[in-house]
Structure formats: structure tokens, C-alpha cells
């Protein structure tokens, strides 16, 4: 709690100045640090046709409050699985989750989860997209709250000019911020974004990330933010931490990389940052490395 | 054969499109090229039978004789056309209305849970290849009345298309869109309103369309077993008085009504279908 307020306060004096920054940085990477997502002993199998098949193993991580951390690895490897168990949509075969706290038993509110394919209600406008998920968790809030905690998040996306519209006439990258918009709607303490910018052209995920940043930002900070991602500059960008993964069957943590890229970051600028070419490296290597493996 | 009904349901779909008149250009013009065909063809079979099949000219001066006065009622078997037609329709709109208040929750119940497909399923195939003219002793003794026997036959065979397609469309509900109501904590009725039945809607649509289809087949052969009033008593009334003009009026008169029907729900899936705007 002390911590917690330590740290709103920062942010409120200051106006991200970068040395203030780095304080957060030091502050979030702090083993005091509270803990938002526990994953303890996880394994999923899943019984198929032909067996079982065990995607992930004897995974343990502790995910931090106010923390972004990224998985890496390769396709089919296990990120998805592993995020689902935190969304409470996978149960795990062995071992638990909690979240802030308490074990996780199926989905919830208290996780926001940004799906890989926006899953919009095509017969919703993106609006009224947003209004079901608020309506539906926020039942005690008066209609001109919720009226204007949709205004507040629609805008915040810069789609509140076509909140009319269905999500049939939206761009992917407008669709990916209605997902969003909708996600940070319900307040959620854990966001869960399971490649989110996938399927979007690179100028539109620069903003996106931006974007994203802003949001949390706009929310001191105090959101924890799992991401998975394909994309190593992206998870650099944006991460606390990058997760990276083994290949499956029984896949697991291969390595945990810890950034101390300051914030905030600047797209042109951190390329240029020798810290950010070592890690660069060292993430194209643990990644490479398994192609040599498999081949 | 859950299978084969969609299978036949796609086909119609695309099928029927191309059968649907619109008012405007080409379209019209082929509508009306095609009417063209069918009276050519009416007049050729008319002329080599020599008349015993009435011809289009003769015909249209029955029908002409019978729009004079459509509405007129002269006692329990002696009513004007427009009479008959009504009341087929009134019925045939009983019959599928009754069917589609079973079917479409019936259908939601099937599609939705796999013990209820697993429970619901066998029902459906032992029930629906049963012929309409099959149920109308059992409607008979149930009702005591024709009219009861005949609404109670239209709903029972009308009511498949619906039930199945109503089924197909709340199983065929993609994952994605059941986690939204699932992560969001969406509550039965909430994921009912807003996710089960809009998304299902066109296949609902589409599964009426074929019912009332169905209906509108089934009440000719119910009104003949079952006399009083309607097309289907006309035609056989017709048969009794030997008037093929007015049996050949009829078969029209319930080719064209079929049509309406036919385009009314298709604007109403065309209304409905968020997935193709
Ligand atoms: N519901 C499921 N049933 C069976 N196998 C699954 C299921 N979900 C995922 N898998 C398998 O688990 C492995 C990991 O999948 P996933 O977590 O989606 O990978 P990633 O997101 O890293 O691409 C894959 O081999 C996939 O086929
Ligand atoms: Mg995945």
C-alpha cells in the first residue's frame, strides 16, 4: 500500500520527466513489488483424438502490478494457452493462477481480454459494443455513468465519431480499438492482450502502441498489462519484461529478459539505444536458436 | 439427414435467389418472358389434348367471371374465391405460427446444448419424414373439428425447416463471440438477447421461409381432406363440378401466393442479415 501510493504520487508530480521515470522502473522491477498474476505449477493437457497432448508445462511466474510483460515464441509453442489460463478460460490440468489474490476459477471481469481476432458483435454498433460489457459488470452504475464511461473510452480511442457504425464497416486497426476501448471500459485490474496487433499494417500498430501507452499512462501506471506477441520490436517497445517461451510439446519458460529501457520510450529514438540492439540480439538468438533445433 | 436439410436449404438459398422477381430492369423482363413460356406451353397442351385441358383464353374468361364477385357467400359450400383464399391463409398462418412457437425454442434448446441434440435429435428424425396427410386422423381425433386437423397437420410438418435451421444456427455460434458473453460475464438472458439470437437470426429467417413454404404446400392436401372452406376445398369442389377452368385458376392463384410468401421473408432475411451489410 505504501508502495502504491509512493508511486501515484510520482506520477502525479511529475511530468514524466525521465530520471523520475526510471525511479518507477526501479520501483516495479523491486522484488517488493505486489503481485497482480501468480501462475504457480501450471500444466495444461489437452485430451485430443489421439492422446494427450501437453502444451505447456510446469510453468511459475509472478507477474507484477503495473507491470507489461510480453510472451515470445513460436507459433503453437503454448502462448495462447498460457494467457488463457490467466483469463480463466483454460483450466489448468495441474497447479493454479490467482489473480490479485484469489484463484482463479473461470473468466471475469476483473480481466480484461483484448481477443487476437477484436471479437466484436458484428450486429452491434461500436457503441452499443461497448455498452453490453459495461452494462453487464457494472450493474449498480446509474445509466449517465455508464453513458459517460463509454463517451470517455470511445474517445480516448478517437472513434467516438463513429460509435454508429457496425463493426463490419471499420478498418482492422478502428476494430482493434473498439476491442480496446471496450476492454479498458470495464476498468479491468489485469488487461490480457493476446496478439493484438497482429493483423495490423505497421503504421497503424506504431499508433496502437502508442496508444496503448497513453491508456496506461492515463491510468498511472497501475494496470498490469500481458501481452502476447509474435513481433520482438514490439514486445521491446512496450514491455517491462519479455517472457520467451520453448516450442511445445511440454513447452516452457526458456528465459525471463528484464528491460531497463527508460520510459517513455520513443519509437525512432530506441532503436538507436545500445540497450535496446543487446537485448534485440539476445531475443533474435534465444528465438533463432530454436530453428536450429527443430531443423 | 440433419446434415442433408441444410445441404437442401444452402441450395434453395441460392436457388430461390435467382427466382426472386424485382421490380425494376432485367429481372422483370425475364419474370415476364418466363410467365410468356408458361402460357405457350398451357396453350400447346391445351391444343393437343382438343380442349379437354382448358386453354389460357378460356380460362382467363372464367377467372374474369369469378373476380366479378370474390367476396360473395351463399351458405356454407358456395363461397367466392377471395373467401377461400382467406381463409386457407388464416389457416396456413395458425398452422406455421403455432409450428414456429415449438420449432424456435425447440431449435435454441437443440442447438445450444449437446444433451439436448443428443435427447431431441432421434425425435426430429423419426417425426419429420411423416407425411401431412398421415397426422390428419390423429389431428381429427385431437381436435374434433376439420379446421382444428388441418391447422394442427400444417404445424406439425411445417414446423421441421425451422426447428433445424434454428438448431444449425445456435450450434454454428463461433467461439469467439461466446467468449465475449463469457468474459464479460454476460448473464443467460444477456448472451440470449444479445448474442444467441441475433447471430442465429438469419438462419431462423432462412428456416421460416422454408416452413411457410411447407404450409402453404400442406394446406391444399389438408382443405381437401377436410372440405368447408378454402383453396384446396375449391380445387376439389371444382373437380366435382368438373370445372377445369377454375382447378387450373386455383393452381395459379396458389403458385402466386406461394411466391408472395416467398418474397416477403425473403426481404425480411434480407432485413435481417447483419452479415451481409
Ligand atoms: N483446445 C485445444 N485442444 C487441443 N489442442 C489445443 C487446444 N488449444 C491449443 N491446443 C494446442 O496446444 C498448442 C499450443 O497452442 P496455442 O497456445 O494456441 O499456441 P500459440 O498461441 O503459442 O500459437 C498447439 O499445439 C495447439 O494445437
Ligand atoms: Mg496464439
Redesign the pocket.
Known sequence: MLLHGTKTKIMINTNCTEDILDEVNELIHAPAMETAVDIRNVTVS?K?KKGV?T?IKDINLAIYKGEIISFI????????????TISGMVKPSKGEVFANGNLIKGPGPDRGVVFQNYSLLPWLSVYKNIKVAVDSVFKQKTHEQKASLIERNLKMVNLWEHRDKLPGHLSGGMKQRVAIARAFAIDPKVLLL?EPFGALDALTKSSMHVELLKMWNLDHREKTVVM?THDIEEAIFLSDRIVV?NN??E?TIKEIVELHLPRPRNKKNIVHDPAYMEIHDRLLNLLIDKFSIND | MFVSELHVTKINKKHMKSFSIKKSGTDFLYFMLSMCILLGIWALISKITKAEIPGPKSTWLVFKELMAEPFYDRGPNDKGIGNQLMSSLLRVFYGFGLGSLIAIPTGLIMGASKTGMKLLNPLVQILRPVSPLAWFPLGLLAFKSAGGATIFIIAITSLWPTLINTAFGVASIPADHKNVGKVFGFSAWKYLTKIMLPYSLPHIITGLRLSIGVAWMVIVAGEMLSGGVGIGFFVWDSWNGLSLEKILIAILIIGAVGLLLDKFFNSLQNAFAWDKN
Open positions: 489437452f485430443g497432448y502444451a515464441g513460436h507459433s503453437g509453442c503454448g502462448k495462447s494457452t498460457l494467457m488463457n493476446d502476447v517461451m511445445g510439446p513447452a
